[in-house]
């Protein structure tokens, strides 16, 4: 296979990797925390519930204590979105809008046709002719007027290009077909429907159209409103590696950086919601695909943000449905509050009848937490005029309160509890004892095999390697500081290291620095193919602590490295000539070797 990365001159990635800095790019994936010299967040790589995932700015580079992943910003998005060199490469140029000399661009271009890419395609043509026939033609007039009743202005439905599929069977798929399209890939992906009689119609003719983003904001499908009579009400696009619902949060990729600014992520229901919201200025929105949150949605918020706002209708199924999605919230550590909406409301139809300023005023200011949201919500499962019943719905909430970390929060509502039904505090507190010792224990079990154990256990086991492996992972990240040091090491002694890892990281180390590159780990990284060596290179610097180093501690650590290394080849010179004495028969001299050898071992 032709290596594409050699399509790309290196003073172009070079400027790419500049441009983009690693801790900017990694928060648009994981809120980070500055800690000393590093930033600390949930690992995006697998699932944790304390942070073990670090960034180094000054060295742009990111490690995992937890599951040993590692690298610069382009391993990074390589790997977490499964993108090509090449794609990355133009994503982080686009990102930064830095123009990528036109041979790279064709590249791109010609990697372009698997179906995915032309469905890709198909989607973005689509979005284009809807949205433009909504604004501007005479077909599009339907759509036109249904959203200037919900309140859209025409900046807004520019911004979410809203469109229209008119309401004619075959349009879409000849247009299609004229841009050259095969319309058997697109039946594949549920863009167009075979009927019976032979003809191709499109799958969401005569609906309002939302296109669908995925977090990098690339059009990966519809969802699709009737305004008519037309069954189903709402239609997304069919479920495929490209479009999966579960995974998906409407409007993620423009409310990012809102989420981050405001610390804080309003989940709604549905598409005009947020739409609406958006419009109202109130831009950290973002909605589920008409379906309940999923564990993976949750788990992906958690990453970005700490606490989440959901506001739901306020029918019962919406209840049910916060009900749901906050239990899920809590459960991946996000501080989870509940807007309540008025009766008969929807987060749309509220703003707007109300306002903005009401809603951020009147809804999500007063947003309840969790366990008050919850205490009311329980309320309708018990019938609490009835003694036994007040008692069992006293003994669930509590077990919900012995949950909560902080003691004065469990105070707080055990306090709420005690006015309400009119018992001592006195006595809840007996009671949520045995709670509290219940989950204890549970929690004592969940610590055992946190990752923070893992990341101590770590630490622990790097300060118990062999003087020489220390000495030998200290030299590396002072040579991949400064070449003069790596002058003397290969002067001295060559690729003489003990660990074969080390011995390849140098030898590359060397070539590296002859190539005439400057000391940069992240560039480093960059030139290393090795996926497992690019990861133990991030650790190597992330973990080992950084000084001025005085020449007489470089020397020392040669020193160290290549006593071992003799002992090692001396000792297996020495296993050598025990072999040949065995192999002449000569027992007498074997065991004089192996006298001398046990010997050189002991020292
Ligand atoms: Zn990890």
Redesign the pocket.
């Known amino acids: 296979m032709v290596d594409l990365s050699n399509f790309v001159p290196e003073d172009v990635i070079e400027d790419i990797r500049n441009a983009n800095d690693i801790v900017d790019v990694i928060s648009d994936y994981v809120q980070l925390n500055k800690q000393g010299r590093n930033y600390f967040g949930l690992?995006p790589?697998?699932d944790e519930k304390t942070p073990?995932?670090s960034v180094t700015q000054d060295k742009q580079i990111f490690h995992?204590f937890?599951?040993g992943?590692g690298g610069n910003v382009i391993t990074f998005l390589m790997e977490l979105e499964g993108l090509t060199f090449i794609e990355t490469i133009k994503y982080l140029a686009d990102r930064r809008g830095i123009e990528l000399p036109q041979s790279i661009v064709q590249t791109t271009k010609t990697q372009a046709t698997s179906s995915d890419e032309q469905i890709l395609s198909a989607y973005k043509w689509l979005e284009k002719l809807y949205h433009y026939l909504l604004r501007f033609a005479k077909d599009g007039q339907e759509g036109k007027e249904y959203f200037a009743k919900r309140g859209l202005t025409n900046e807004t439905i520019d911004l979410f290009k809203l469109g229209y599929a008119p309401n004619q069977k075959t349009f879409t798929a000849s247009f299609l077909e004229k841009k050259g399209f095969h319309l058997q890939q697109l039946q594949k992906a549920g863009i167009l429907i075979n009927k019976s009689n032979g003809e191709t119609i499109d799958r969401f003719y005569g609906r309002v159209i939302f296109p669908i983003r995925n977090h990098l904001g690339v059009i990966v499908g519809f969802g699709a409103r009737s305004i008519d009579k037309q069954a189903p009400k709402y239609l997304n696009s069919s479920e495929s590696q490209l479009f999966q619902k579960s995974k998906l949060l409407y409007n993620f990729d423009l409310a990012k950086k809102h989420i981050r600014k405001e610390n804080e992520a309003i989940l709604f229901e549905g598409y005009m919601d947020v739409i609406s919201a958006y419009q109202a200025g109130i831009k950290n929105v973002i909605a589920t695909m008409g379906t309940s949150l999923t564990e993976s949605q949750a788990r992906l918020l958690r990453r970005y943000v700490e606490t989440v706002i959901i506001c739901y209708d306020s029918d019962e199924a919406g209840i049910e449905a916060t009900y749901r999605a906050a239990h899920l919230l809590e459960q991946v550590d996000c501080h989870v509050k509940i807007a309540v909406l008025k009766d008969g409301f929807d987060p749309d139809t509220y703003i707007q009848t109300y306002g903005g300023d009401n809603f951020i005023n009147k809804v999500l200011q007063p947003s309840e937490t969790f366990m008050s949201f919850y205490m009311r919500y329980l309320k309708k499962d018990f019938k609490l005029q009835s003694k036994s019943d007040q008692l069992r719905y006293i003994q669930t909430v509590l077990k919900e309160i012995a949950k909560m970390n902080s003691s004065i929060e469990r105070e707080y509502y055990l306090k709420v509890l005690a006015s309400e039904f009119n018992i001592t505090l006195e006595s809840l507190n007996q009671e949520i004892k045995t709670f509290l010792k219940t989950n204890q224990d549970q929690q004592d079990n969940r610590k055992k095999d946190s990752y923070t154990k893992k990341a101590t256990h770590f630490y622990q086991q790097k300060r118990l390697l062999p003087a020489y492996h220390n000495a030998e992972r200290q030299l590396i990240v002072y040579m991949l500081q400064d070449r003069t040091i790596t002058d003397k090491v290969k002067e001295e002694l060559g690729v003489a290291f003990n660990i074969d890892q080390h011995k390849i990281i140098v030898t590359h180390l060397y070539a590296y620095y002859e190539e005439g590159h400057p000391p940069d780990i992240s560039l480093f990284i960059e030139k290393l193919e090795d996926e497992s060596l690019k990861h133990l290179v991030a650790e190597i610097t992330m973990t080992s602590p950084v000084y001025e180093v005085s020449s007489d501690e470089i020397k020392d650590y040669i020193r160290i490295i290549r006593e071992e290394y003799e002992d090692v080849s001396y000792i297996n010179k020495l296993k050598k000539e025990q072999k040949m004495a065995e192999q002449q028969n000569d027992p007498l001299t074997a065991a004089k070797i192996a006298l001398k050898i046990i010997e050189q071992q002991r020292k």
């Open positions: 690992c790589f697998h073990s995932f995992c937890g599951c992943k």
